[in-house]
């Protein structure tokens, strides 16, 4: 009796935690919606933002003009990410999405990176882009594809991930993402860029390259290709 008590116990524990990862995302609204108050002095700090009363919502809270402009692609990448997300649109706080707008410089390079807590479906909505992301440890298989206007292709949550316009003109594609504030980590720049600097004996272990080529990755001025 005492063996199938434990059984049972560990059976409703891993259903538990199941489910809990199943559900791994950012939680769900308990009322219409919950307008993000951008209070620097608020001394109260959610997983989220804090909502403004209800009453006070206006359309603005909703809406967003920026996306309907192209970013300015003059940077070493050659591109540029104007987000659409909870910093621009309070009215999205809690509801679990957003956007993004990604405009390209002919044969320029959305850098690999990740998004810790998103997954992206992005859409080709002018040009001509390859795009690929590289699966996790041990495969790290590279999963990729050339994409043409009309196009969509899927990066999985966490997953390295770029897009590199192949054209000689200019491309835009419309990035959508599941959570509300997705964040996003520019490999080369968060590891070469950091403040302060990672140890260069961490980094040419790491590598495996000579401590005067880690120091010049280092010294270099790492673009950061998103508007803010």
């Not at 919606?33 to 700090?45: E, Q, R």
Request: proline fraction near 7%.
């Amino acid at each position: 009796m005492m063996k199938m008590a434990v059984n049972n116990l560990a059976y409703i524990v891993l259903l538990a935690m199941a489910v809990s990862l199943a559900s791994a995302s950012d939680p769900s609204p308990l009322q219409d919606y919950c307008v993000a108050l951008n209070d620097s002095k608020a001394v109260v700090f959610v997983n989220g933002k804090v909502c403004k009363d209800p009453k006070l919502a206006t359309p603005n809270d909703f809406f967003f003009s920026g996306l309907r402009l192209p970013g300015n692609t003059s940077n070493k990448v050659g591109s540029m990410v104007t987000p659409a997300n909870v910093g621009q649109i309070p009215g999205l706080n809690t509801l679990g999405v957003s956007l993004a707008r990604v405009d390209y410089a002919p044969y320029g390079l959305n850098p690999p990176h990740i998004h810790p807590r998103a997954t992206e479906i992005l859409t080709v909505l002018e040009g001509t882009l390859y795009v690929g992301f590289v699966t996790s440890n041990p495969e790290n298989r590279l999963i990729s594809k050339v994409l043409y206007k009309g196009d969509v292709y899927v990066f999985p949550q966490g997953l390295i991930h770029f897009q590199l316009n192949v054209g000689t003109t200019k491309a835009v594609a419309i990035a959508a993402l599941s959570s509300q504030n997705p964040g996003v980590i520019t490999i080369a720049k968060a590891v070469f860029g950091s403040k302060p600097a990672i140890s260069t004996e961490v980094l040419t272990k790491s590598f495996q390259v000579d401590k005067n080529m880690v120091q010049y990755l280092q010294s270099q001025f790492w673009t950061d290709n998103h508007t803010y």
